[in-house]
């Protein structure tokens, strides 16, 4: 079962015998939160946090994203929406699906090296990503770079309002590149 954002008292991490360049012994203790959408960007971040923070303690964060921030409907829609409880099925729907994805996370983590639990949190994704983030001291966040299209730049939407609004730092991963792309070489 995933975590809630409000974490139960979390038992405190025993001395490490080594410390990450730049963090401190304290810093180097704490959790990475690692960002999940079930996307091959988030995979491949998941995996290159692995390979780069290998044995670390990790919280796999997916965002629940609710009715009322996910569906394009004006006022009197979504009055509608709430009152008919269409709102509340999609809610329910969305955190049961967020669940199971921040599971399929913490899988892919231990593949890679990192003792992660599932977390689960609802809202609009970088701005909760960031609240999650400062709630529970992580000591880093790691996001995939999300879809590269014509309107979404260089990163995505996502990640570029989480590196930009986190107060923490935050590694973002760009995903493999396509086999057919120049910079692949072929």
Same mark, same amino acid.
């Given at each position: 079962?995933?975590?809630?954002?409000?974490?139960?008292?979390?038992?405190?991490?025993?001395?490490?015998?080594?410390?990450?360049?730049?963090?401190?012994?304290?810093?180097?203790?704490?959790? &990475?939160? %690692? *960002?999940?959408?079930?996307?091959?960007?988030?995979?491949?971040? +998941? /995996?290159? #946090?692995? =390979? @780069?923070?290998?044995?670390?303690?990790? &919280?796999? %964060? *997916?965002?629940?994203?609710?009715?009322?921030?996910?569906?394009? +409907? /004006?006022? #009197?829609? =979504? @009055?509608?929406?709430?009152?008919?409880? &269409?709102?509340?099925?999609?809610?329910?729907?969305?955190?049961?699906?967020?669940?199971?994805?921040? #599971?399929?996370?913490?899988?892919?983590?231990?593949?890679?090296?990192?003792?992660?639990?599932?977390?689960?949190?609802?809202?609009?994704?970088?701005?909760?990503?960031?609240?999650?983030?400062?709630?529970?001291?992580?000591?880093?966040?790691?996001?995939?770079?999300?879809?590269?299209?014509?309107?979404?730049?260089?990163?995505?939407?996502?990640?570029?309002?989480?590196?930009?609004?986190?107060?923490?730092?935050?590694?973002?991963?760009?995903?493999?590149?396509?086999?057919?792309?120049?910079?692949?070489?072929?």
């Amino acid at each position: 079962m995933a975590l809630g954002v409000e974490p139960e008292q979390q038992p405190q991490a025993g001395p490490r015998q080594e410390v990450q360049a730049g963090l401190s012994q304290q810093e180097a203790q704490r959790r &990475l939160l %690692l *960002c999940f959408d079930g996307s091959e960007e988030a995979a491949e971040a +998941i /995996g290159t #946090a692995g =390979a @780069l923070m290998h044995g670390r303690e990790a &919280l796999v %964060l *997916c965002v629940a994203v609710p009715a009322r921030h996910q569906l394009g +409907i /004006g006022p #009197a829609d =979504a @009055l509608a929406g709430r009152l008919s409880g &269409l709102y509340s099925e999609w809610d329910e729907a969305a955190r049961e699906v967020a669940e199971r994805v921040a #599971a399929r996370g913490c899988e892919l983590a231990a593949e890679v090296g990192l003792h992660a639990r599932p977390l689960v949190a609802s809202g609009k994704p970088a701005p909760t990503i960031v609240r999650v983030a400062d709630e529970l001291d992580v000591s880093a966040i790691v996001v995939g770079a999300g879809h590269r299209g014509a309107l979404g730049g260089v990163l995505g939407s996502v990640s570029a309002r989480v590196a930009h609004e986190a107060l923490r730092p935050v590694l973002v991963v760009r995903g493999p590149r396509p086999a057919s792309s120049p910079a692949a070489g072929t």
